[in-house]
Nanobody, 121 residues
Framework: QVQLVESGGGLVQAGGSLRVSCAAS????????MGWFQQAPGKEREFVAAISQNGGIYYADSKKGRFTISRENGRVYLQMNSLKPEDTAVYYCAARVGSVVATEIASYDYWGQGTQVTVSS
């Protein structure tokens, strides 16, 4: 069982930046494909970005050029720049057993509890 813990969420003004991170309790995340998802109030959870063990990366179209996913020292990060009010959501990290990045929720095996990101206008 992999327990994921997100951190780094908060309140930021539109145009600002925020970095959220994900770690696993008691283990490294280096052996998993890692993804970030967002869930806005009243909406379904949706894909944001994913990174494979060898650095393959995929972004949702709406996040390209503004968000950057990375992994270092067994943790995974999501750097969010030029934030917009519509980026307001709970951000979840997820781990996938395998080596291919995926965008579907069902492809991920472990999930964190999420961290709230609020972007004010």
């Amino acid at each position: 069982q992999v327990q994921l813990v997100e951190s780094g969420g908060g309140l930021v003004q539109a145009g600002g930046s925020l970095r959220v991170s994900c770690a696993a309790s008691g283990r490294t995340l280096s052996g998993y494909v890692m993804g970030w998802f967002q869930q806005a109030p009243g909406k379904e959870r949706e894909f944001v970005a994913a990174i494979s063990q060898n650095g393959g990366i995929y972004y949702a179209d709406s996040k390209k050029g503004r968000f950057t996913i990375s992994r270092e020292n067994g943790r995974v990060y999501l750097q969010m720049n030029s934030l917009k009010p519509e980026d307001t959501a709970v951000y979840y990290c997820a781990a996938r057993v395998g080596s291919v990045v995926a965008t579907e929720i069902a492809s991920y095996d472990y999930w964190g509890q999420g961290t709230q990101v609020t972007v004010s206008s």
